[in-house]
């Protein structure tokens, strides 16, 4: 049983309700019920893109997790991405896949830095394919677009709503 609380509006109700975002305790007169949960009237006005971007810490470091984990295996998926047909399409998807994974882990939060994350994330598995071509001189634009495609999608699935 939750223990009893007091509205941060009116210290004088008891509530049990708290809001999703701030988690103030809400009484049932000032809640708001949102797709995301009950809220306080200050979150709930705010557009979600006010608050969207802003990681805690452990989120920050869960998103960098990710971001090495999409990077190590990206390199084997973008290996065989290269080989097949459609590669533009399938890098777009991989990396719209890889930015949502970042995303989620990240407490889907989005925002520049999750951007980032994703961006460099799936960048990484396309460098350390193409660094050989790159040296060389030799560089398709095939791949080098591939990856382009697939950094992009990986900022959007970041986008903030
Ligand atoms: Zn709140
Ligand atoms: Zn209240």
């Not at 949960?37 to 470091?61: E, F, T, W, Y």
Request: glycine fraction near 10%; charged fraction near 15%; aromatic fraction near 4%.
């Amino acid at each position: 049983m939750a223990e009893t609380m007091h509205c941060y509006r009116h210290p004088k109700r008891e509530t049990r309700v708290s809001c999703a975002t701030c988690g103030r305790p809400i009484c049932t007169e000032c809640m708001v019920a949102t797709d995301v949960g009950i809220k306080c009237p200050d979150d709930a006005r705010l557009p979600r893109g006010a608050r969207a971007g802003v990681m805690k810490s452990n989120q920050v470091v869960r998103s960098i997790l990710a971001g090495i984990g999409v990077a190590i295996m990206g390199i084997p998926v973008a290996y065989v991405l290269f080989l097949l047909p459609f590669t533009w399409l399938i890098s777009a998807a991989a990396g719209y896949g890889a930015g949502t994974l970042i995303n989620r882990a990240g407490g889907r939060n989005g925002g520049p830095l999750a951007i980032v994350f994703s961006v460099v994330a799936t960048a990484i598995p396309f460098l350390v394919l193409l660094a050989p071509d790159l040296l060389a001189g030799t560089l398709n634009p095939r791949p080098l677009i591939a990856g382009v495609l697939a950094m992009i999608a990986a900022g959007v699935a970041n986008r903030q709503i």
